[in-house]
């Protein structure tokens, strides 16, 4: 069982920057995919980042050249670097890890809430 504890949530202005972070639990985390997700008031939990064990990485368009995953195995943490915030970005955002054959991932953390205001 893999436990994700994420945290760097909090109120931001508009255009302002945040770093949240994901520590894991677990021996081999740098054979974990990681992800961040992100679920705001009346919408479906949707898809922001990805750094995968290969070492490759992914955006949602919306946050292309303004967010940055990135992981530091040694310490078992991802982070997702968060630049020029909008209003929109307003939601809780989710760590996932590891993934089944689907590509679902199985591992989540509780959440931490971003709250950007304009």
């Known amino acids: 069982q893999v436990q994700l504890v994420e945290s760097g949530g909090g109120l931001v202005q508009a255009g302002g920057s945040r770093r949240l972070s994901c520590a894991a639990s677990g021996r081999t985390f740098s054979r974990y995919d990681m992800g961040w997700f992100r679920q705001a008031p009346g919408h479906k939990r949707e898809f922001v980042a990805e750094s995968r064990s290969s070492g490759s990485t992914d955006y949602a368009d919306s946050v292309k050249g303004r967010f940055t995953i990135s992981r530091d195995d040694a310490k078992n943490t991802v982070y997702l670097q968060m630049n020029s915030l909008k209003p929109e970005d307003t939601a809780v955002y989710y760590c996932?890890?590891?993934?089944?054959?689907?590509?679902?991932?199985?591992?989540w953390g509780q959440g931490t809430q971003v709250t950007v205001s304009s």
């Open positions: 996932a890890a590891t993934r089944n054959f689907l590509g679902e991932y199985l591992h």
